[in-house]
C-alpha cells in the first residue's frame, strides 16, 4: 500500500540545537514534496518545496533534502527556537497524478523545543 | 497571505442531520480543495474543483457532496452526517502555480453526537 510515515513521537530539544525530522514514502514516485507547519488550532503553513530531481533546498534556517532512493525526505531546523514549536507536515504530489496538485499528507511529527 | 475564511468554524449537530461548511477565498485561485484532518491521520482529501462547476473526489469522498457555483465559494456538504464525520475540516487553494503551494483556511470543527 502508499504510505507516507512521519515520527509520531514528539521531537523534543533545546534551544539552539538542529531540530531533524523525517518523512519516508513506500510505493510512490513523488513529483515534488512538500513541508508545512500547522500550529494548534491553525491551517497548515506553506514551508519549502523540493522537487525529485533536487537533492537540497534551503530556505533561511530551514534545510530540506531529498532521496529518492531511499523513498526519504529530512526536515532541518538550525539554531531552534521555542517559536519553532509545531506539528511540521510532509506531502507529496505523486507522478501522474492527474495534476490539480492533489496533496497527500502525512500525519505530521510534533517538534518542541526547551529553552 | 491567502484569504481564505470557513464558516462555522465550531459546529456540533446530531446524526442524521445535514451540515453544510462553506469555504470563501478572496485570491481567485482556480483550485479549492476539502481536507478533513484526524488524529493519527494525515489530512486526507475529500473533493476537490479544478474551476466553477468543476469537481471531483478525493480519497475520502463517500457520505460528502461539494458545489462550487462561484470562483470564491466552495460549500462541502454532510447530506446525513454520522458520528465517523466528526473530525476538522480545512478547505485549501492553489492558484496553480507550479509550486503547488497550498493556502489553508483556519478549520472548521465538526461534531456529530
Known amino acids: 500500500s502508499q504510505k507516507i510515515e512521519q515520527n509520531s513521537e514528539a521531537l523534543n530539544i533545546q534551544e539552539g540545537k538542529t531540530a531533524t525530522l523525517t518523512c519516508n514514502y513506500t510505493?510512490?514516485?513523488?513529483?515534488?514534496l512538500q513541508w508545512y507547519r500547522q500550529d494548534p488550532g491553525r491551517g497548515p503553513v506553506f514551508l519549502l518545496l523540493i522537487r525529485e530531481n533536487e537533492k537540497e533546498k534551503r530556505k533561511e534556517r530551514l534545510k530540506v533534502t531529498f532521496d529518492t532512493t531511499l523513498k526519504q525526505s529530512l526536515f532541518h531546523i538550525t539554531a531552534a527556537q521555542p517559536a519553532d514549536s509545531a506539528t511540521y507536515l510532509c506531502?507529496?504530489?505523486?507522478?501522474?497524478?492527474?495534476?490539480?496538485?492533489?496533496?497527500?499528507f502525512g500525519a505530521g511529527t510534533r517538534l518542541a523545543v526547551h529553552p | 497571505d491567502a484569504g481564505i475564511t470557513q464558516s462555522p468554524r465550531h459546529k456540533v449537530t446530531e446524526t442524521g442531520t445535514p451540515v453544510t461548511l462553506r469555504c470563501h477565498q478572496t485570491?481567485?485561485?482556480?483550485?479549492m480543495y476539502w481536507y478533513r484532518q484526524d488524529p493519527g491521520h494525515g489530512l486526507r482529501l475529500i473533493h476537490y474543483s479544478y474551476g466553477v462547476k468543476d469537481t471531483d473526489k478525493g480519497e475520502v469522498s463517500d457520505g460528502y457532496s461539494v458545489s462550487r457555483s462561484k470562483t470564491e465559494d466552495f460549500l462541502l456538504t454532510l447530506e446525513s452526517a454520522t458520528s465517523s464525520q466528526t473530525s476538522v475540516y480545512f478547505c485549501?487553494?492553489?492558484?496553480?502555480?507550479?509550486?503547488?503551494?497550498?493556502?489553508f483556511g483556519e478549520g472548521s470543527r465538526l461534531t456529530v453526537l
Open positions: 485549501a487553494t492553489n492558484g496553480g502555480a507550479n509550486t503547488g503551494e497550498l493556502f
Open positions: 485570491e481567485n485561485h482556480r483550485y
Open positions: 506531502a507529496l504530489v505523486p507522478l501522474f497524478s492527474g495534476g490539480y496538485n492533489k496533496l497527500i
Open positions: 510505493n510512490y514516485s513523488p513529483a515534488y
